[in-house]
């Protein structure tokens, strides 16, 4: 069978197993916040996020588990999930409690290094034979957008954002279900508000349609057309190709994973919103930036304010009071990289995941330092006539966009991967 098809067909099936939970979910979470305010209410909400949560995690994992195995596979994922369940708990202990000033905040990340990078060969005696296709981390889903969700909550709750949850407001936040796979890392305080201060004009019941429309089309649709001429798609059929097709493919990977991404991003807002939620933006017009400065403050933007609040900005003052005012523009070029290259590594274990965070590190410390450059070369007055010239940003929106779409060539293949890709371009 072609991959590509291969892929459509896994692509609408994974749909089809996550469409259950998804179409009665809003359902039965509407129903539960139809209830008088107080905490029955909210156990409500919460008991119904942990079912479906849970349906979400044993409809989607049974796909490739054999027949004879579903009930094995059920029992064990559902244990699974009840020690997904408990550990976010502890965190809320940890927090409710002040038990250490860094430990609620670094408890989510320590989780999820232990689950999610420790050696596959450490972990496979924990996962029963009939499912020795599947990895550990698994049986938890969505778990690093889990672990960045709980560590900005501790911040914002910290920083006097929001108070302190109550435990069944938490387990709410924390298996949202529409943003519990794949995200947006929808901070805490707004989806606090929306409980709290429900305002429809924010999240209106026709533009929350809509946007469960698009999402739909871009994800089953104009993703999967955008895959047929991806690595996948287009490199993966074992016959030698010309080079002509490897920036076919660059483009055609960036073209599927934005659709992907931010059709199933869609999604979650849309469900979201018919339940008067509001979800934090994760896309806004990207390839219409300039540089890539430009380009991550307008991509997966709720990863990039993450990291902006929780490492960047305390880190680079930090490095600033060490070394001086005169040296801050290295201080920040420090900073930089070593946020794109935890980037690169929260996307994934693997070396090719550690370049692909150093690509954008060298990247975008080039931006910072080549508009440092401009500046005092051109003086405000001519920087800001340059900023203008519509050649010049056409120029760098290309440059920026080529730049970005072969760096996810490290995050569509592993090393062995890439091997196997360039080895397929032979003499014609």
């Known amino acids: 069978m072609p991959p590509g098809l291969t892929h459509f067909l896994s692509n609408s099936l994974l749909l089809v197993t996550l469409a259950v939970p998804f179409l009665f979910f809003p359902l039965a979470?509407?129903?539960?916040?139809?209830?008088?305010?107080?905490k029955i209410r909210m156990a409500a909400f919460a008991a119904v996020n942990l079912v479906f949560a849970l349906a979400v995690c044993i409809t989607r994992g049974t796909y490739g588990v054999r027949?004879?195995?579903?009930?094995?596979?059920?029992?064990?994922?559902?244990?699974?999930?009840?020690?997904?369940?408990?550990?976010?708990?502890?965190q809320y202990l940890l927090l409710e409690k002040k038990l250490g000033s860094?430990?609620?905040?670094?408890?989510?990340?320590?989780?999820?290094?232990?689950?999610?990078?420790?050696?596959?060969?450490?972990?496979?005696?924990?996962?029963?034979?009939?499912?020795?296709?599947?990895?550990?981390?698994?049986?938890?889903?969505?778990l690093s957008y889990m672990a960045f969700r709980l560590t900005y909550m501790v911040h914002e709750i910290r920083n006097g954002v929001v108070p302190l949850p109550s435990f069944s407001e938490y387990l709410s936040f924390a298996f949202f279900v529409p943003t519990l796979s794949i995200g947006?890392?929808?901070?805490?305080s707004t989806f606090h508000n929306s409980l709290t201060k429900p305002d429809r004009t924010v999240t209106p019941v026709g533009r929350s349609w809509g946007r469960i429309l698009i999402g739909l089309t871009k994800y089953v649709f104009l993703g999967?057309?955008?895959?047929?001429?991806?690595?996948?798609?287009l490199l993966a059929d074992g016959l030698p190709h010309h080079w002509i097709d490897f920036p076919i493919a660059v483009a055609g990977y960036c073209a599927y994973l934005y659709l992907n991404?931010?059709?199933?991003?869609?999604?979650?807002?849309?469900?979201?919103?018919?339940?008067?939620?509001?979800?934090?933006?994760?896309?806004?017009?990207?390839?219409?930036?300039?540089?890539?400065?430009?380009?991550?403050?307008?991509?997966?933007?709720?990863?990039?304010?993450?990291?902006?609040d929780m490492v960047f900005v305390p880190l680079s003052k930090a490095l600033v009071r060490r070394f001086g005012p005169a040296?801050?523009?290295?201080?920040?070029?420090?900073?930089?990289?070593?946020?794109?290259?935890?980037?690169?590594?929260?996307?994934?274990?693997?070396?090719?995941?550690?370049?692909?965070?150093?690509?954008?590190?060298?990247?975008?410390?080039?931006?910072?330092?080549?508009?440092?450059?401009?500046?005092?070369?051109?003086?405000?007055?001519?920087?800001?006539?340059?900023?203008?010239?519509?050649?010049?940003?056409?120029?760098?929106n290309a440059v920026t966009l080529a730049y970005f779409a072969l760096g996810l060539i490290l995050v569509a293949n592993s090393m062995r991967g890439l091997k196997l890709i360039f080895a397929a371009f032979q003499p014609m």
């Not at 979470?29 to 107080?38: D, M, Q, S, T, Y």
């Not at 059920?74 to 997904?84: G, L, P």
């Open 29 to 38: 979470a509407w129903v539960a916040l139809k209830l008088p305010e107080g």
């Open 67 to 90: 027949l004879h195995d579903v009930k094995q596979y059920f029992i064990f994922s559902t244990v699974m999930f009840a020690v997904y369940v408990l550990l976010v708990a502890v």
């Open 102 to 142: 860094w430990l609620p905040l670094f408890f989510p990340l320590i989780i999820l290094v232990l689950v999610k990078y420790v050696p596959r060969e450490w972990t496979q005696g924990l996962v029963p034979a009939p499912f020795s296709n599947k990895v550990f981390g698994d049986f938890f889903l969505g």
């Open 184 to 188: 947006p890392i929808n901070p805490y």
């Open 224 to 233: 999967n057309l955008a895959n047929q001429i991806s690595y996948d798609g």
């Open 261 to 308: 991404f931010s059709g199933f991003c869609d999604i979650a807002i849309g469900v979201s919103g018919l339940l008067g939620i509001q979800v934090a933006e994760n896309f806004d017009r990207p390839f219409s930036k300039r540089n890539l400065q430009e380009f991550w403050a307008h991509w997966h933007m709720t990863l990039t304010n993450y990291m902006r």
């Open 327 to 396: 040296a801050a523009p290295h201080c920040i070029a420090l900073a930089i990289a070593i946020v794109f290259l935890l980037m690169g590594i929260w996307h994934g274990a693997g070396w090719n995941f550690v370049l692909y965070g150093l690509w954008h590190a060298v990247g975008v410390a080039t931006v910072h330092y080549y508009t440092l450059f401009l500046k005092k070369r051109l003086g405000k007055a001519r920087y800001a006539k340059y900023r203008e010239n519509r050649v010049i940003y056409h120029i760098a």
